[in-house]
């Protein structure tokens, strides 16, 4: 499975302002530590800032900081600003879908958009960035 | 600011292996999770459970034959706090022992402040005596609080994968 390239940027830009308690980054920093764009990761983190996930912090030092709950968000609830993962228990059709074989395809797909969206939901920040450690 | 941490206070509990006394408190706090009273069904685990040996209050000698099976409560003196229910089992579908956990509850007033980790590393505890390393547990996909809580605990999806069908 692949996620789209803002998701990641949400991710790992989360995952670092997340980590410890008031850390404050500048969008430079992540984007440096991730080699990803300085521009597209701005897009992003004002995404956040617009749900109340992070929040500027003006002037000298300033950046960004986690303003959410490490306990009570969940991977799923940042992936879903960016991308649906579960197209097809959304509704979305394709061409063939509608003949015998497209819903047996429809079927197994489901099933392994259902097992993504339950693992996603059940990860929450909290225990992501101890799962982080474990990989340091 | 909000605590970004999110971190309640710690509830002090004791965990021991359930006594008949309990039985009746861990009805009513799985009533409280599920809305369901199964009297039966708990007073007959209990059964299968602890009351298999002459002294369930025997928590230390870890006999294969008595003590494979775990029924244990959270108390705050007489008062049952939670419940976690676990055994080992060897060799299904060719898996080397290890152990299972397929209950667990808490009273909903005392949520989020460590009952529930506790039970947890009780049973892992005894698990370890018991001489297994590894714990496993089944879920509904849909039940994401508990899969949290087990997810908090670092436990990740193992190499088996559930299949059913209509009959």
């Given at each position: 499975?692949?996620?789209?390239?803002?998701?990641?940027?949400?991710?790992?830009?989360?995952?670092?302002?997340?980590?410890?308690?008031?850390?404050q980054?500048?969008?430079?920093?992540?984007?440096?530590?991730?080699?990803?764009?300085?521009?597209?990761?701005?897009?992003?983190?004002?995404?956040?800032?617009?749900?109340?996930?992070?929040?500027?912090?003006?002037?000298?030092?300033?950046?960004?900081?986690?303003?959410?709950?490490?306990?009570?968000?969940?991977?799923?609830?940042?992936?879903q600003?960016?991308?649906?993962?579960?197209?097809?228990?959304?509704?979305?059709?394709?061409?063939?879908?509608?003949?015998?074989?497209?819903?047996?395809?429809?079927?197994?797909?489901?099933?392994?958009?259902?097992?993504?969206?339950?693992?996603?939901?059940?990860?929450?920040?909290?225990?992501?960035?101890?799962?982080?450690?474990?990989?340091? | 600011?909000?605590?970004?941490?999110?971190?309640?206070s710690?509830?002090?509990?004791?965990?021991?292996?359930?006594?008949?006394?309990?039985?009746?408190?861990?009805?009513?706090?799985?009533?409280?999770?599920?809305?369901?009273?199964?009297?039966?069904?708990?007073?007959?685990?209990?059964?299968?459970?602890?009351?298999?040996?002459?002294a369930?209050?025997?928590?230390?000698?870890?006999?294969?034959?008595?003590?494979?099976?775990?029924f244990?409560?959270?108390?705050?003196?007489?008062?049952?706090?939670?419940?976690?229910?676990?055994?080992?089992?060897?060799w299904?579908?060719?898996?080397?022992?290890?152990?299972?956990?397929f209950?667990?509850?808490?009273?909903?007033?005392?949520?989020?402040?460590?009952?529930?980790?506790?039970?947890?590393?009780?049973?892992?505890?005894?698990?370890?005596?018991?001489?297994?390393?590894k714990?496993?547990?089944?879920?509904?996909?849909?039940?994401?609080?508990?899969?949290?809580?087990?997810r908090?605990?670092?436990?990740?999806?193992?190499?088996?994968?559930?299949?059913?069908?209509?009959?």
């Amino acid at each position: 499975m692949k996620l789209q390239k803002a998701t990641r940027c949400a991710l790992f830009a989360i995952l670092e302002l997340a980590a410890g308690h008031d850390r404050q980054l500048s969008a430079n920093e992540i984007a440096e530590k991730y080699g990803i764009s300085t521009n597209h990761l701005a897009k992003v983190l004002r995404s956040l800032g617009r749900v109340g996930l992070v929040e500027a912090v003006r002037g000298a030092g300033g950046g960004y900081r986690f303003s959410g709950n490490r306990r009570r968000t969940t991977l799923l609830d940042i992936i879903q600003l960016f991308e649906t993962i579960d197209p097809i228990r959304n509704g979305e059709r394709e061409d063939g879908d509608d003949t015998a074989e497209g819903k047996a395809l429809c079927q197994v797909l489901m099933e392994i958009e259902d097992t993504a969206r339950a693992t996603f939901a059940s990860l929450t920040l909290d225990t992501m960035i101890k799962l982080v450690d474990r990989n340091r | 600011m909000a605590n970004p941490h999110g971190k309640n206070s710690e509830k002090k509990c004791t965990v021991r292996l359930a006594k008949a006394a309990d039985i009746a408190q861990v009805i009513a706090i799985d009533a409280e999770n599920t809305g369901l009273f199964k009297d039966e069904y708990w007073q007959d685990l209990f059964e299968r459970y602890n009351n298999r040996t002459a002294a369930p209050d025997d928590d230390a000698p870890l006999k294969s034959a008595n003590r494979y099976r775990f029924f244990l409560v959270a108390c705050d003196g007489d008062s049952v706090l939670g419940f976690i229910i676990g055994e080992v089992r060897a060799w299904e579908f060719g898996s080397p022992p290890c152990g299972w956990v397929f209950a667990i509850g808490v009273r909903n007033q005392i949520r989020q402040e460590g009952v529930g980790n506790t039970l947890f590393e009780a049973l892992c505890d005894r698990f370890r005596k018991a001489g297994v390393y590894k714990v496993r547990t089944m879920l509904a996909r849909d039940h994401t609080v508990i899969m949290s809580f087990f997810r908090s605990h670092g436990m990740m999806a193992g190499p088996f994968i559930e299949l059913e069908k209509d009959l």
